[in-house]
């Protein structure tokens, strides 16, 4: 188990190098220029120049991305539009001259939006995901089967934006019933925390509750028609719980290494839910950044957001290969 640890670990760092790579060479490929956008209209061509060999842009971009790797894991010194050399600490994401502040600062000051955000949500893409695909398991071809099948194809059919605005104007709008979506300090106000995102909890869930719901259903029916389970049932055993005690596990793999995926999306920022209901996170701030040509501040979401990703799948690997002894093994 150690050795497969490792390695994992090994696979995760190896593909974080690659994404900061390929993102950092997206920055230099982009056709707007940092200096320029920093500076703004007013600046003359010698004040750009200028800027570009205080933020480092003349030198060679292999020097700007080893000083960038250095500042991930060492920190950095950086210089602001007055000259003002400024101490960006470990993780340093560079510093965006159009918020006038560290990239790592402007996104922790959103993170704590977007972590509520997908807390929520991945407690309705369990409880909603599971629960009808185990019923629609139990239930194989029954009229109840049929309908959740159904419920599940418009889950994965629609659209966030568009179910996140329709529900807005009747359910906030039109009736009353919810409060206008928006995200309030959970340690400020709990209730307007709750009420505030319950709405976007129920769009994103949705949405990502149809694919995880499909995928239980059909490696519940699967799982279902192995030995073991036939012989528990033949035992004597229940079928809810010859399958929560024997096909829940069995079936729990793929369902464990999808959830590792979705849960690191959503935690990386889920920038259509945010923008749809105006909640300032982390993807809404990279969606900010992108119309503002702030490109070191696009850059640190990018990666914050594939960080997420790769480690919450690295370890739904490690879950997987705790629960089944043959993937450790292959």
Not at 181 to 209: I, K, M, S
Not at 249 to 269: C, I, N, T, Y
Not at 276 to 281: A, L, N, P, W
Request: glycine share 10%.
């Amino acid at each position: 188990m150690t050795g497969y640890v490792l390695r994992r670990a090994l696979q995760a760092a190896a593909v974080l190098l690659v994404i900061t790579a390929v993102t950092f060479g997206l920055f230099h490929a982009a056709p707007s220029d940092p200096a320029l956008t920093a500076c703004g209209p007013q600046c003359d061509s010698a004040q750009v120049a200028e800027l570009r060999i205080s933020m480092g842009l003349d030198q060679p971009i292999l020097a700007q991305f080893a000083d960038y790797l250095r500042g991930l894991f060492l920190g950095r010194s950086i210089r602001d539009l007055d000259g003002t050399v400024l101490d960006c600490a470990a993780p340093c994401l560079g510093y965006s001259y159009v918020l006038q502040q560290p990239v790592l600062e402007a996104v922790l000051e959103h993170l704590p939006a977007t972590l509520s955000l997908a807390a929520g949500a991945l407690v309705v893409i369990v409880v909603l995901g599971v629960g009808v695909g185990f019923t629609a398991a139990l239930r194989r071809g029954s009229a109840t089967d049929r309908l959740l099948s159904g419920f599940t194809l418009v889950g994965a059919s629609v659209q966030i934006y568009f179910l996140g605005y329709v529900l807005q104007y009747l359910l906030v709008y039109t009736t009353g019933l919810l409060p206008v979506p928006g995200y309030t300090p959970l340690g400020e106000d709990p209730a307007a925390w709750l009420t505030g995102l319950l709405l976007p909890w129920l769009v994103l869930g949705f949405v990502n509750a149809a694919v995880f719901a499909r995928l239980s259903r059909s490696q519940l029916l699967e799982t279902m028609h192995e030995g073991y389970v036939r012989t528990a049932r033949a035992k004597g055993m229940s079928a809810v719980r010859a399958h929560l005690k024997y096909t829940a596990r069995g079936a729990s793999g793929p369902l464990v290494q999808l959830l590792g995926l979705e849960v690191g999306v959503l935690f990386g920022g889920a920038f259509i839910t945010e923008t749809v209901f105006g909640i300032s996170g982390v993807g809404r701030l990279a969606v900010d950044s992108v119309l503002q040509n702030d490109l070191p501040t696009v850059v640190g979401t990018v990666l914050l957001a594939a960080f997420f990703v790769v480690v919450f799948v690295a370890v739904a690997d490690l879950v997987v290969a705790r629960l089944d002894p043959r993937v450790r093994l292959a």
